[in-house]
């Protein structure tokens, strides 16, 4: 006997690492590594959660019906297209669990959100990763990927950790040229931060398809991180069969009152998006002045490349920000050694951070 054995690819996973959220010998960091709302949580959200608390003791509903109606009336589609989740991390793991079988192949672009390789291959799918161009998803190239074994391509636009986007005419394009057997499945988890005419989260092209899942999330925007609660739009027949794998009860009530709260407070979204709209362009400009290379970013964070000399490197500014109690992300494992990641903050925190980056540079 040799005792249990796991299916084979599940030791080839990689596991998750979210940003860190303590430094050692700092009493009190600043975090501004995972992408978090600058501005907490939408007050009407955290209102209604704390209404809901009085009734743990009862299950949520099962479907849940009034943030499905919300959402539909927000963006104005179909309840009954609407699947929700724990993050929208739960809804790229059903479109796998649905779609994939060991040995069929999804494609990703290279530099974009690690959870897309650890989903494809906890399900036994082939993770193909494909070059971008300047840090942007390269259409061509992953129409070039692929091959009869595509069954999933996964695009986050606006990307993470880079913070670029192509336009809807690119994403439609691609659309347009794969097989209808292969699941275009779209990342929005920071469309609500862009403003660029030219964009589009999904919505528009989810409407007129059969094989496009559009994914969003209420972590970023409305600050609902702790909550653990994304949704995705999809036509009829991908909904369906989406809704009927998920877990019963997988959103909780706190979270789904919370989530209805959010959508209908439109004050709050105007604000935090105002918010980072102003200390994005304050950021880049800054990091500019001083001789970094920001790489332009419509998200809530932006990536900084760092110089290759000796002691300007990334991995020594996030060991000097680290021992002043600021944490950004340095991710080396995606290619990114040479790169920062740096979530927008309070305008107290970004004046700090871009004062502690210059003292590093020698400014």
């Not at 659309?175 to 528009?204: R, S």
């Not at 036509?235 to 209805?260: H, K, M, W, Y």
């Amino acid at each position: 006997m040799s005792g249990l054995k796991p299916r084979p690819w599940i030791n080839e996973l990689d596991v998750y690492v979210g940003g860190k959220s303590h430094t050692i010998g700092v009493e009190k960091s600043v975090k501004l590594s995972s992408n978090e709302s600058a501005l907490g949580s939408s007050p009407k959200a955290v209102e209604a959660y704390h209404a809901e608390a009085t009734s743990l003791h009862r299950y949520p509903d099962a479907s849940y019906h009034d943030l499905r109606e919300a959402l539909a009336e927000k963006y104005d589609i179909e309840a009954s297209q609407i699947v929700c989740g724990v993050g929208s991390d739960e809804i790229l793991k059903l479109a796998c669990r649905a779609y994939l079988a060991p040995g069929d192949e999804v494609i990703f672009p290279k530099h974009s959100f690690m959870m897309y390789p650890i989903a494809a291959t906890s399900f036994g799918g082939i993770a193909v990763e494909v070059d971008d161009t300047d840090y942007t998803a390269n259409v061509d190239n992953i129409l070039a990927a692929l091959t009869d074994r595509t069954r999933i391509i996964f695009l986050a636009n606006p990307n993470n950790p880079t913070g670029t986007y192509i336009s809807a005419a690119e994403v439609e394009r691609l659309w347009q040229n794969i097989p209808d057997n292969v699941l275009l499945v779209l990342d929005g988890a920071y469309a609500d931060f862009v403003v660029a005419e030219d964009y589009q989260a999904g919505i528009e092209l989810v409407k007129k398809s059969s094989n496009v899942l559009m994914a969003r999330t209420f972590s970023k925007l409305y600050g609902l991180a702790a909550l653990r609660l994304g949704w995705g739009y999809a036509c009829p027949e991908v909904a369906r069969i989406l809704d009927s794998i998920r877990d019963p009860f997988n959103v909780p009530s706190v979270t789904q009152v919370a989530g209805v709260a959010a959508v209908k407070d439109v004050d709050f979204e105007k604000k935090a998006r105002a918010h980072n709209i102003q200390w994005l362009n304050y950021l880049r400009t800054e990091l500019i002045s001083m001789g970094l290379d920001p790489i332009p970013s419509v998200a809530n964070f932006i990536l900084i490349r760092f110089p290759s000399a000796q002691g300007a490197t990334a991995e020594a500014a996030n060991d000097f920000l680290l021992k002043r109690g600021y944490i950004l992300r340095w991710l080396p494992g995606q290619g990114l050694g040479d790169c920062l990641r740096l979530t927008v903050g309070t305008e107290e925190q970004n004046r700090a951070v871009i004062q502690l980056l210059k003292e590093f540079m020698g400014q």
